[in-house]
Every structure is written in C-alpha cells, then in structure tokens.
T-cell receptor, first 113, second 113 residues
Framework: DGGITQSPKYLFRKEGQNVTLSCEQN?????MYWYRQDPGQGLRLIYY???????QKGDIAEGYSVSREKKESFPLTVTSAQKNPTAFYLC????????????FGNGTRLTVT | SQKIEQNSEALNIQEGKTATLTCNYT??????LQWYRQDPGRGPVFLLL?????KEKRKERLKVTFDTTLKQSLFHITASQPADSATYLC????????????FGSGTRLSIRP
C-alpha cells in the first residue's frame, strides 16, 4: 500500500542535542511538508518542498533544517537552537497540483528534557 | 497576515443530531478550503474540498459550505455517531501560489450516545 512513513513514533532526546526525524513516501508525490502540532493547537508549517533539491521556510522555521535529496524522502532536523522542541511532528505529501489534498504520516512525538 | 480560525472550544452533541463546525478566514481569499479529520495520536485524514466558486459540497453524511461574503466555511455531519468523535481541521493555501497550506487550530467534536 502507498503511504507516508514517519519514524520513530516516539523520540526522546536531551536538551542541546540535534535530532533528525524521518519521513518517507512511496506515493510518487512531488511536494512534501513538515508541520508541528502542540497540545490544543492546530498545525503550524515548518518547511515545505515542491521539488527535489528545493525547499522553502514555513511560518516557524527557526531552529529547524531540512533536506530534499530524493523525491521519496524529506528528513527534518530539530537543532539545539529550537527553544521549545517538544511537540508532535507531522509530515505530509501531495501531488503538488492545485486542489490536491495532503496525505499525512502518523507523526513523531518528540520529547526533549 | 492571513489567518484561518476555528472555534477552539470542544463541541459536544447528542448522537443522531447534526454537528456544525465553523472555519473563518481573514486577510485573504482562499481559492479553496479543505477539511480534515484527526484522531488522537494520528495524522489528519482528508475529508472534503470546496472551491471558492462552489456553494456546497456533499459526501455521504458530510456537507461543506463556502460563503465568500461571510469569509466562512461550515462543516456539517448529519445523523452524527459516536464514531464521528474526533478533531476536525480546516486548511487552505494562504495565497495564489497554492504550494503552502495553512491550518486552523481545529475543533474537537464529541458525540455522546
């Protein structure tokens, strides 16, 4: 079955460490997205990529970095510069055509202590 | 700046009644609005899309309306069931580029038997 895989489901890190969240899709989608969700809040856009080797900052990109070396993969690095990294992180993809819906993975819950 | 707003208070209704959720947008005119369902600990799942030139869209027990005068979309679930309990999110592109998608904060719906 086609879909988006985020791993791991739960991730724990010590403050000051960088951590990379994985996102892989086999839907042959061109566009991929990273969102952050905090309790009781909606999704806030961190980074998005419309095509391989290109990506744009979203509304809350500070303290995060991404790469898009392959169409299927869009890893997100949470750096030590991110002041409040504990959150639920969601990756999504879409064909990139107008009106096309987002397909989401089941998220990674990151806890930094 | 462009904003999508949803009533952050939870909505509790009796099984069998119609649930109505609201999505308001400010400072832009979306080409379309999307509605998603999110269960706890999972990624959102796409439900319906409505374009700016459409007044209403239906899918089984779901109905979405789009009022460009009120800058509002309404999401209705008729004959609601406890299984409909979830958080519902609206989303849209904030500008004509359509590649960036922003979300409202979501409304948690609880259907009591």
């Amino acid at each position: 079955d086609g879909g988006i895989t985020q791993s791991p489901k739960y991730l724990f890190r010590k403050e000051g460490q960088n951590v990379t969240l994985s996102c892989e899709q086999n839907l042959n989608h061109d566009a991929m997205y990273w969102y952050r969700q905090d309790p009781g809040q909606g999704l806030r856009l961190i980074y998005y990529s419309q095509i391989v080797n290109d990506f744009q900052k979203g509304d809350i990109a500070e303290g995060y970095s991404v790469s898009r070396e392959k169409k299927e993969s869009f890893p997100l690095t949470v750096t030590s510069a991110q002041k409040n990294p504990t959150a639920f992180y969601l990756c999504a993809s879409t064909t990139g055509q107008e009106n096309s819906p987002l397909h989401f993975g089941n998220g990674t819950r990151l806890t930094v202590t | 700046s462009q904003k999508i707003e949803q009533n952050s208070e939870a909505l509790n209704i009796q099984e069998g009644k119609t649930a109505t959720l609201t999505c308001n947008y400010t400072n832009y005119s979306p080409a379309y609005l999307q509605w998603y369902r999110q269960d706890p600990g999972r990624g959102p799942v796409f439900l319906l899309l409505i374009r700016e030139n459409e007044k209403e869209k239906r899918k089984e027990r779901l109905k979405v309306t789009f009022d460009t005068t009120l800058k509002q979309s309404l999401f209705h679930i008729t004959a609601s069931q406890p299984a409909d309990s979830a958080t519902y999110l609206c989303a849209s592109p904030p500008d004509s580029s359509a590649s960036k998608i922003i979300f409202g904060s979501g409304t948690r719906l609880s259907i009591r038997p």
